[in-house]
C-alpha cells in the first residue's frame, strides 16, 4: 500500500488544525471528522489503517471525556485501527490513559508535521505487517510441508509435488 491510497482519518474540531493536518498529509487520503458521530460514520465507510484522534471534541471541546469515549467507540468497530491520540498541554495523563486503553500512540499539540508523520507512517507500517502475518497464517495452514509458509499457488504445488515423492525409497 502507497501513501496514495493511504486513508488517514482526522478527527479535530479546529478547522486550522484540520487545513494543517490535511496538508501536512497531502499525499494521503485524509478524511477529515469534527464530531463523534460524524467520526463513526467515517471508520465505518472509509475503514482508516490509522486514525489521528483530538481528545477535546465537542460537547466537551476544553475535556476529554468525548475523545475518551470516541476511542473506546473505535476500538470496539475496528480493533485493528490503528488510534494516535493527539492532546494538548503536555498532558501525560490523559495519553497514558489512551494507551492503556488501546490507542496506538500518542502526540502532544502543537502539531510537529515531521514527527507527527513520522508516527503516522510508523501506524501504517505496523498495520501493514499485521495484515501481511494475517494472511499468512490463514494460507499458511494450506501448506502440505509443515512450516513451509507460501501464498503463492505454484509454490503450493511444489509443496505438494514433494510431499507425494518424499516418502519413496528410490535410487537413480
Same mark, same amino acid.
Given at each position: 500500500?502507497? +501513501? ?36 463513526? +460514520? ?96 490463514? !494460507? ?9 509458509? !507460501? ?22
Amino acid at each position: 500500500m502507497d +501513501a496514495a491510497t493511504r486513508k488517514l482519518l482526522v478527527i479535530e474540531d479546529d478547522p486550522g488544525l484540520q487545513t494543517q493536518l490535511r496538508w501536512c498529509f497531502e499525499n494521503y487520503e485524509v478524511v477529515i471528522a469534527g464530531e463523534r458521530e460524524p467520526a463513526l +460514520a467515517e471508520i465505518r465507510t472509509h475503514k482508516p489503517a490509522v486514525v489521528t484522534l483530538d481528545l477535546g471534541l465537542p460537547p466537551d471541546p476544553d475535556g476529554t471525556a468525548e475523545g475518551f469515549h470516541l476511542l473506546e467507540e473505535i476500538l470496539n468497530q475496528a480493533p485493528h485501527t490503528k488510534v494516535i491520540v493527539v492532546t494538548g498541554n503536555n498532558d501525560r495523563e490523559h495519553a497514558t490513559r489512551a494507551v492503556a486503553m488501546g490507542a496506538y500512540d500518542f502526540f502532544y499539540k502543537p502539531i510537529d508535521p515531521d514527527l507527527l508523520g513520522f508516527i503516522v507512517n510508523r501506524a501504517y507500517r505496523l498495520h501493514e505487517l499485521e495484515d501481511e502475518n494475517q494472511r499468512l497464517h490463514v !494460507t499458511g495452514g494450506e501448506s502440505p510441508l509443515e512450516g513451509v509458509i !507460501t501464498g503463492s499457488r505454484e509454490m503450493l504445488k511444489v509443496c505438494r509435488t514433494v510431499e507425494k515423492v518424499a516418502p519413496s525409497d528410490t535410487r537413480t
